[in-house]
């Protein structure tokens, strides 16, 4: 968060923000606005996979309409949607970074990087 602090132009000795927080206001409340599920749940337009990981310690898991969506999404998808579990939190790319490279690295992401 550091890294987004600037001294301010107008009080000396005190900082402010970098960013527009009334954007970013705006922007998260445009993302909650949008539902991806269904784009989920389409067949893959190339012979790519789709591959979800999960924070299993996320309680929105466990949320009945998040479970179906994912069903949904599973069975819409031709087999080409796969979820990985991560015994972690929210921030599972912080909690559990080996765990979450492994998963990258085994399931192809290095060849897509070329």
């Known amino acids: 968060m550091t890294t987004n602090l600037r001294k301010s132009l107008t009080t000396e000795g005190s900082l402010t923000w970098r960013f527009d927080l009334d954007t970013i206001?705006?922007?998260?409340?445009?993302?909650g606005r949008h539902d991806?599920?269904?784009?989920l749940s389409l067949p893959t337009t190339t012979d790519s996979d789709v591959h979800l990981v999960r924070a299993t310690q996320n309680?929105?898991?466990?949320?009945?309409a998040v479970v179906a969506s994912l069903e949904a999404a599973m069975e819409g998808n031709g087999g080409r949607l796969h979820t990985h579990d991560v015994d972690a939190g929210h921030w599972l790319h912080a909690e559990k970074p080996g765990e979450v490279f492994e998963l990258?690295?085994?399931?192809?992401?290095r060849d897509?990087?070329?």
Do not use: S
């Open 112 to 114: 897509l990087l070329g």
């Open 36 to 39: 991806m599920w269904p784009a």
């Open 104 to 109: 990258m690295q085994d399931n192809g992401v």
């Open 59 to 64: 309680g929105m898991w466990r949320e009945a």
């Open 25 to 31: 206001e705006e922007l998260f409340a445009d993302y």
